[in-house]
Nanobody, 122 residues
């Protein structure tokens, strides 16, 4: 059974950091891509950062230089390190998976986690 479980969200001040985790079960990350999406109140879901099955990484322009996606195959877990957080980063963050390659379209992803809330506020 495929399952994704996010953790690590919370409340942080502007300029602060958080590390999100996406623990996968029922499949192995060397055959699947993991994309982090986020959805802010009243807005659509948008892709943030993705790591493909081969380990290639992609970041949306609005997080480049601030967010880093990585993977630990021994733990079957993907991480999203978020630095220099801004109030506009406030959203529910989801991880999602599909075979092999990253795409920007949420409809391409077969399985989703339940989400973790990130709030950036002073």
């Amino acid at each position: 059974q495929v399952q994704l479980v996010e953790s690590g969200g919370g409340l942080v001040q502007p300029g602060g950091s958080l590390r999100l985790s996406c623990a996968a079960s029922g499949f192995t990350l060397d055959s699947y891509a993991i994309n982090w999406f986020r959805q802010a109140p009243g807005k659509g879901r948008e892709g943030v950062s993705c790591i493909s099955s081969s380990g290639s990484t992609y970041h949306a322009d609005f997080v480049k230089g601030r967010f880093t996606i990585s993977r630990d195959n021994t733990k079957n877990t993907v991480y999203l390190l978020m630095n220099s957080l801004k109030p506009e980063d406030t959203a529910v963050y989801y991880c999602a998976t599909r075979p092999l390659t990253c795409t920007d379209w949420s409809a391409d992803y077969d399985y989703w986690g339940q989400g973790t809330q990130v709030a950036v506020s002073s």
